[in-house]
Each structure stands twice: as C-alpha cells, then as structure tokens.
C-alpha cells in the first residue's frame, strides 16, 4: 500500500498565488522528500527534511513535517506558469537488514493559469 | 554530467515478445533504482541494486521480470514474455547513497499490444 498520500489530487491555481499541498504517511519515517514531474518526463528532486526537521526552505518553496501528524506540507509562493507539474512526495522505510526503500504517494497535479 | 540515461524512449511490442529497457546511471552513483508508473498504481518500486549487486526485488511482480546490472554504468530491466498489463512508464533512478536524493531518468514508455 502506499505509504504517503497526497491531497488534493489536483490543484487549480492562478499564477501569483500560493499553492500549498499536503502529504499523510503511515509509519515512522528517518526523511521525506518532494519531488516534481512534468508532462512525459521523469521526477526530478525538489527538497528533503529529516525526522527532526520541522520546517525547511528552498527558493519559493516552504515545506513542513509534523512527525506527531504523520505529515508535510508543501508551499510553493508566488507560483509560475512553469510551476504546473504533478508534485509528489515520498517517504522511505528502513526495513533493516540493509534494505531501504523510497515509497511514492500518487501526486498532487498542479495547474497555474497564466 | 549527462543524467540517466534509459533506452529507449518508447516501445511498441506484441503480447509475449521479451522487451529489454535499458539504464545508465550517473557516474559515480552506487544505488539504482528501477520504478514503474501507472495512472492506477502510481509510482512503484520494482527492484534497487546497490554497488551492483540486487537488494531488494519485492516489488517485482512476476518472474516474467528480471533484472541485472553486470556493472556500475548499466542496468537492464526484462520483461519475458510481456503482457498487455505491463504498458507503463519505466523508470530508472540513481543515488549515490542508498538513502540520498534520487536522480530520474526520462522513462521508457512501454505498450504492450
């Protein structure tokens, strides 16, 4: 099953304003990441906090982690066009015995309309 | 640096031909992750490799799929024979630890027929 969820599935916004975007996971994570996808290309790595981070910036982006809630947020300010995407999050899961394994949630998809 | 490269692009095959997609990862990285992406099942990991060697296969749902990686600069991902349910996006994704950011290739886009 997947271990993050994002919400809302899809997100409609105009180009200026903020677009904010949530992530629930089920177990005890070590670090969360976002990622974004364009149309027809791979993901490619937006920012990452650890399990002892609450609150991180990069750029115009402003993500939080609330351990207690078994959840993130993602903030994107001032959004561009450019900004349209699927956005995602993920969260590993340390099984031990040197495995490790990054699980997906199904994606915010991010419309900005000029 | 180039990124990762998959091979090919896209791919068009029959019910039961043997479809190979390819992986060159970014040099230097040591763990390789292979994913697939449907609109129903969303992003899923199917094996990681980590210095070459298979850590994890779980994710990969029948025998029909295989997977090596003879060395550190490729990786391939077998389908034998492939099914019409196998039509996704492939992707491979490289790190240079296990648990560090991931880097994403542009996908194989496979259907299968």
């Known amino acids: 099953s997947q271990q993050g969820e994002e919400d809302p599935q899809a997100l409609s916004i105009q180009e200026g304003e903020n677009a904010t975007m949530n992530c629930s996971y089920k177990t005890s994570i070590n670090n969360l990441q976002w990622y974004r996808q364009n149309s027809g290309r791979g993901l490619v790595h937006l920012i990452l906090?650890?399990?002892?981070?609450r609150e991180k910036h990069s750029g115009r982006l402003r993500v939080t982690l609330d351990t207690s809630k078994k959840s993130s947020s993602l903030l994107i300010t001032a959004s561009r066009a450019a900004d349209t995407a699927s956005y995602f999050c993920a969260t590993d899961a340390n099984s031990g015995a040197g495995s490790y394994q990054l699980t997906f949630g199904k994606g915010t998809k991010l419309s900005v309309i000029p | 640096d180039a990124g990762v490269i998959q091979s090919p692009r896209h791919e068009v095959t029959e019910m039961g031909q043997e479809v190979t997609l390819r992986c060159k990862p970014i040099s230097g990285h040591n763990s390789l992750f292979w994913y697939r992406q449907t609109m129903m099942r969303g992003l899923e990991l199917l094996i990681y490799f980590n210095n070459n060697v298979p850590i994890d296969d779980s994710g990969m749902p029948e025998d029909r799929f295989s997977a090596k990686m003879p060395n550190a600069s490729f990786s391939t991902l077998k389908i034998q024979p492939s099914e019409p349910r196998d039509s996704a996006v492939y992707f491979c994704a490289s790190s240079s630890r296990l648990e560090g950011t991931q880097y994403f290739g542009p996908g194989t886009r496979l259907l299968v027929l």
């Open positions: 906090i650890r399990s002892n981070e």
